[in-house]
């Protein structure tokens, strides 16, 4: 069973900076990708960036230019720098990995809380 374990989330001020950790129980390039996802209450969850097996990247709008994922390979660890952190970056942020054969599976971690102040 694949276990992906987050950190790194925190309380911090806006305009500070925080780095997210993702790190997975195999073979990152076992994955066809690695994803942030998050969740703020009441809302849907959100891809925030992906980096594929062949290390494209893609971010959603709302964090371009301010957050960068970016991997460890022998560490099997992914991550999330985000600056220039905003109040509504506040969310629960989700590592996910995904395997695509004949059909998609998902793997996710539990989750680590990032509230930004104002």
């Known amino acids: 069973q694949v276990q992906l374990v987050e950190s790194g989330g925190g309380l911090v001020q806006a305009g500070g900076s925080l780095r997210l950790s993702c790190a997975a129980s195999?073979?990152?390039?076992?994955?066809?990708?690695m994803d942030w996802y998050r969740q703020a209450p009441g809302e849907q969850r959100e891809l925030v960036a992906r980096i594929t097996s062949d290390g494209r990247t893609i971010y959603a709008d709302s964090v371009k230019g301010r957050c960068t994922i970016s991997r460890d390979n022998a560490k099997n660890t992914v991550y999330l720098q985000m600056n220039s952190l905003k109040p509504e970056d506040t969310a629960v942020y989700y590592c996910?990995?995904?395997?695509?054969?004949?059909?998609?599976?998902?793997?996710w971690g539990q989750g680590t809380q990032v509230t930004v102040s104002s």
């Open positions: 996910n990995a995904f395997v695509v054969t004949n059909r998609r599976t998902d793997y």
């Open positions: 195999r073979n990152i390039f076992s994955f066809n990708a």
